[in-house]
Structures are given as structure tokens and as C-alpha cells.
């Protein structure tokens, strides 16, 4: 029976110690003003702000645009030469994108079109002509 009471007494001090606290963070938190409560809320926003940056992946290089754009172009002209009934006319295109475009945006597209007839051909044109030594 002494037991219980005490134990008793010991939750109902646990929880006035408990009770104190919050009334002590409130009464804390009631004596801001307007303005500091703003500003902390703002510098939350501005910390999460931060963390999300943080924790992306990467941020974007200019090269990493320039690669994407060419990627989307190379898929165009994949398209393109798709749509073409003749090798050799696809052969002549992907040889004219190699001398203004430059050979691996060419060959670039040859492999977009997932033809590898089309590739090998690329392959001796580009040699035949001497456009790059290292292919």
C-alpha cells in the first residue's frame, strides 16, 4: 500500500516537473515579439533552403547543358535519317553533320539510329575520306 503511494507521488511529481517545463517554454515563447518569432521562422526556411541545395546531386554544368543539347540534337537527326529511304543518302548526311558538326557528333547519330549497317558504313566513309585518324 506504501508502495503504490509513493509510486503514486512519484508520477504525480513527474508530471508537475513535466507541466513546469511547458509552462516555462511557453511563457519563453510568449515573451517574443512578432518580429524575432518571424525571423527564426525565416531562418528555418532559409536552413532548409540550404539543405536542399545540399543534397541534390549535382548542379548542372555548363558543359552538362551543352551535352544534353547535344544529345537532343543527335536524337533529331537520328530521326531524320530514319525517315530516309536510300543509304547512301543517309551515309552522305551523316558524312556532311562529321565535316560541320564534327565526327563524333556523326557518329553520335549513327548510333541513335540503332543501325549498325549504318554505323560500319559511317565507320569506312569516315576513314575513306580521311576525316579522323583515331577511328
Do not use: W
Request: glycine letters at 2%.
Amino acid at each position: 500500500m506504501q508502495d503504490d503511494k509513493k509510486e503514486k507521488t512519484n508520477k504525480l511529481q513527474a508530471l508537475d516537473y513535466e507541466k513546469a517545463k511547458v509552462d516555462s517554454a511557453v511563457s519563453a515563447d510568449a515573451e517574443k515579439s512578432f518580429e524575432e518569432k518571424e525571423q527564426e521562422r525565416f531562418s528555418a526556411i532559409e536552413i532548409e533552403k540550404a539543405r536542399e541545395k545540399l543534397t541534390q546531386h549535382s548542379i548542372p554544368k555548363k558543359d552538362d547543358d551543352d551535352d544534353d543539347k547535344n544529345k537532343l540534337k543527335a536524337l533529331k537527326e537520328a530521326d531524320r535519317l530514319r525517315d530516309m529511304q536510300h543509304e547512301g543518302r543517309k551515309i552522305e548526311h551523316l558524312i556532311h553533320l562529321a565535316e560541320k558538326k564534327g565526327v563524333d557528333f556523326a557518329i553520335e547519330v549513327a548510333r541513335k539510329t540503332n543501325d549498325s549497317c549504318l554505323i560500319d558504313l559511317l565507320h569506312d566513309k569516315i576513314i575513306e575520306k580521311g576525316l579522323s585518324k583515331d577511328i
